[in-house]
Nanobody
Framework: QVQLVESGGGLVQPGGSLRLSCAASGSIKNIYNMGWYRQAPGNQRELVAT???????NAADSVKGRFTISRDNAKNTVYLQMNSLKPEDTAVYYC??????????????WGQGTQVTVSS
């Protein structure tokens, strides 16, 4: 019923920047919290940042001051601006959304992931 599609990943040098986007589509009435998570090979998936519908944000200590999460409610889209990238930021990044669909059912959805590689 609902799909999330991430884009914007790629290969960057340490200190570089990327902006990730995640657009939700389908039978959507409203979206509450949205977030970004990441998973590196051999590691568990971890929270990167979250944002409420009212634009209150939280971020993991490892990315504070470097990453900024934002959203456009009219477009059902969440963004992650990543600056001052480090090699340890290398991971597959996934978006997540808390969705109320047009039948008034609430579910969490995940995107397919986008690869971010930070390397010289």
């Amino acid at each position: 019923q609902v799909q999330l599609v991430e884009s914007g990943g790629g290969l960057v040098q340490p200190g570089g920047s990327l902006r990730l986007s995640c657009a939700a589509s389908g039978s959507i009435k409203n979206i509450y919290n949205m977030g970004w998570y990441r998973q590196a090979p051999g590691n568990q998936r971890e929270l990167v940042a979250t944002i409420t519908r009212g634009a209150s944000t939280n971020a993991a200590d490892s990315v504070k001051g470097r990453f900024t999460i934002s959203r456009d409610n009219a477009k059902n889209t969440v963004y992650l601006q990543m600056n001052s990238l480090k090699p340890e930021d290398t991971a597959v990044y996934y978006c997540n959304a808390d969705v109320i669909d047009r039948s008034n059912f609430r579910n969490y959805y995940w995107g397919q992931g986008t690869q971010v590689t930070v390397s010289s």
